[in-house]
């Protein structure tokens, strides 16, 4: 394995900088993927970067909302258009022979995901997290996760390149898989009245066109990512993630208008047929930043956006096995029943940022399971879980058979290994079931 060595570095030269940080503003081509760092570190204890206040920026904003004066921005089209796809194989520096060789050898594919990381704060939120995601390396081959999938919202508060230092490469660094992500709203946001460019960081971190390491990742060894864009089709063995983007709005969550055009809901209706015409058998997950719907507020909902996916989904004949999200800074799983099927919708934002209650102020905490009142929605949706007072991630088992989606909270330490919440969705009858591995 090669591990590459820089001095730390940051993109931003009016930032207040530690005297260690040089100043560099160029990637260095390595021409293959590398993770994790070659000796694990300890934890970090404090930011490198000084993270000020964003209450001012955000009042503007606000009431930039409440004028209605915010609208989704447009951003640059992926490579590969009408259906950017990314392989797994390509992510590992491997081959696809080798790479489908081993995973029918362990008889499945196991990942993690995570939602709101990006921590203003400090690194203690993230360190638990991560920590504990990196203690599941320990496990035989087969239970180890091939990558981890990032839900959104990587770094705040408006996803600047100089915080990528202190909010991703540095909490991750012994994070020994490759990291791949789906922009949140803090990711393509901009501060009013600046000449940010929406996603930039986001796009020059996970969207490189060839392995190398950027100056934001300040002399650690983790290659940027090589996504064609901010949607795209994932292939890997046993499972397909459709990842879209939904933009920069707090609220919904917008995948196509008159502003940012239908691109994605031609890229979906593409993948989806695609699934049909090559009668794809294992797992189909679409992954998007804002979900669906949330408990115990309106916060998030994106019933349009929901409303855009059911009309491809109806159109082909395709439905996702499971829909994953965040922006609600919490763990929430839901099960739409869609005629006689079962569709898990799972929110996982609290994966390093903070903690937000379902319950409002003076009321009880909510009882599961909870039917919930979706407007327009001919389906049932019901609460079954949630967590709103731990940190987590989610460890997802795809085999031939099944899909298996798990809740791990921080609190239960580093090395528990069962998880608090589950669920298990068989891929053929798509009713949710025991897990027969």
Aim: charged fraction near 20%; glycine fraction near 6%; charge should be negative.
């Amino acid at each position: 394995m090669f591990w590459f060595r820089t001095p730390r570095v940051v993109r931003n030269p009016k930032a207040e900088l530690p005297s260690d940080f040089v100043q560099n503003t160029s990637a260095t081509m390595i021409g293959h993927p590398v993770f994790a760092q070659p000796e694990p570190s300890p934890d970090p204890t404090k930011f490198e970067i000084k993270h000020p206040s964003d209450a001012p920026i955000y009042k503007k904003i606000d009431e930039l909302n409440r004028q209605h004066k915010l609208a989704p921005l447009p951003f640059p089209a992926p490579r590969g258009l009408p259906e950017p796809r990314l392989a797994l194989a390509a992510v590992l520096g491997t081959t696809e022979a080798a790479l489908q060789k081993q995973m029918a050898a362990n008889g499945q594919i196991v990942f993690h995901a995570v939602g709101d990381t990006g921590s203003t704060r400090g690194p203690e939120s993230q360190n638990l997290v991560v920590d504990k995601m990196a203690n599941d390396f320990t496990d035989v081959d087969k239970e180890r996760p091939a990558f981890l999938f990032h839900l959104g919202d990587v770094v705040y508060s408006f996803g600047e390149a100089r915080y990528y230092y202190d909010q991703f490469y540095e909490p991750y660094r012994d994070y020994p898989a490759p990291i791949l992500a789906l922009a949140g709203n803090h990711d393509g946001m901009v501060p009013p009245e600046t000449s940010a460019v929406t996603l930039a960081a986001f796009l020059e971190n996970f969207c490189a066109k060839e392995f190398e390491v950027v100056p934001e990742a300040g002399g650690l060894s983790r290659t940027a990512q090589i996504q064609p864009g901010v949607f795209y089709t994932l292939e890997a063995p046993l499972v397909r993630i459709l990842a879209l983007y939904s933009n920069m709005l707090e609220d919904p969550g917008v995948i196509a208008d008159e502003h940012i055009g239908d691109s994605q809901l031609v890229f979906l209706e593409k993948a989806m047929e695609r699934i049909k015409s090559e009668a794809f058998k294992g797992a189909v997950i679409i992954a998007h930043h804002h979900p669906a719907y949330t408990a115990g507020s309106k916060h998030g909902w994106s019933t349009k956006m929901v409303s855009q996916i059911d009309a491809i989904c109806k159109k082909t004949g395709v439905w996702p096995h499971a829909v994953l999200s965040a922006h609600a800074h919490n763990y929430q799983r839901f099960t739409r029943l869609h005629g006689d099927t079962h569709i898990p919708y799972i929110i996982c934002g609290n994966s390093g940022h903070g903690i937000t209650r379902l319950a409002r102020r003076g009321a009880g905490p909510l009882r599961t399971p909870q039917p919930l009142d979706v407007p327009g929605h001919s389906d049932k949706v019901i609460l079954e879980n949630y967590d709103d007072q731990d940190y987590g991630y989610l460890r997802v088992v795809v085999t031939d058979r099944q899909l298996r989606i798990e809740f791990h909270p921080a609190s239960d330490g580093a090395e528990a290994k069962t998880p608090d919440d589950f669920v298990t969705v068989d891929l053929s009858t798509r009713k949710l079931v025991h897990y027969t591995g």
